[in-house]
């Protein structure tokens, strides 16, 4: 496919996401989530992006560091920091690759959305759900054009 076919993340990422500080409560970190029916939120520690924050995070599961964050995740979340749950090791995406790429990553690395970085800029944010939307209405569309096509030509 030649690159200008190609599908590109400036196409499909959020553009100017919601972020939350590491200083920033887990419970206003949840009702940012709530708000926006987003489910992750970069982290920006003045104006740099320090992690990434999920929905899954924000849960007391078994995933947490310890027993106290779980507990305190239950029962105080205004309490507990972003920076106790978020995730530090960043996995991002440019704004000229493709969709492939940014699908492939995430697949890798077993993430569900990337930020969309240009230098230490955060641009935006693409999710699985993003991708798998557009890819989904693109076959569709192409679908439509093959038998558009196959009426042009039969006639």
């Given at each position: 496919?030649?690159?200008?076919?190609?599908?590109?993340?400036?196409?499909?990422?959020?553009?100017?996401?919601?972020?939350?500080?590491?200083?920033?409560?887990?419970?206003?970190?949840?009702?940012?989530?709530?708000?926006?029916?987003?489910?992750?939120?970069?982290?920006?520690?003045?104006?740099?992006?320090?992690?990434?924050?999920?929905?899954?995070?924000?849960?007391?599961?078994?995933?947490?560091?310890?027993?106290?964050?779980?507990?305190?995740?239950?029962?105080?979340?205004?309490?507990?920091?972003?920076?106790?749950?978020?995730?530090?090791?960043v996995h991002?995406?440019?704004?000229?690759?493709?969709?492939?790429?940014?699908?492939?990553?995430?697949?890798?690395?077993?993430?569900?959305?990337?930020?969309?970085?240009?230098?230490?800029?955060?641009?935006?944010?693409?999710?699985?759900?993003?991708?798998?939307a557009t890819?989904?209405?693109?076959?569709?569309?192409?679908?439509?054009?093959?038998?558009?096509?196959?009426?042009?030509?039969?006639s």
């Open positions: 496919m030649k690159a200008e076919n190609q599908l590109l993340v400036e196409r499909v990422m959020k553009f100017m996401p919601r972020t939350v500080q590491p200083s920033d409560s887990v419970a206003h970190a949840r009702a940012l989530l709530a708000d926006e029916r987003i489910s992750h939120l970069p982290v920006l520690s003045n104006g740099k992006l320090v992690g990434v924050v999920s929905a899954r995070d924000l849960r007391a599961s078994k995933r947490c560091k310890t027993h106290a964050i779980k507990s305190a995740l239950e029962t105080h979340p205004d309490r507990v920091r972003v920076a106790s749950v978020m995730t530090t090791t991002f995406a440019r704004s000229k690759d493709t969709l492939a790429a940014a699908a492939t990553l995430m697949r890798r690395k077993n993430v569900g959305a990337l930020p969309v970085m240009e230098g230490n800029h955060l641009l935006g944010i693409i999710n699985r759900s993003d991708i798998i890819l989904s209405a693109s076959r569709s569309t192409t679908s439509r054009s093959i038998k558009l096509n196959r009426r042009i030509l039969s």
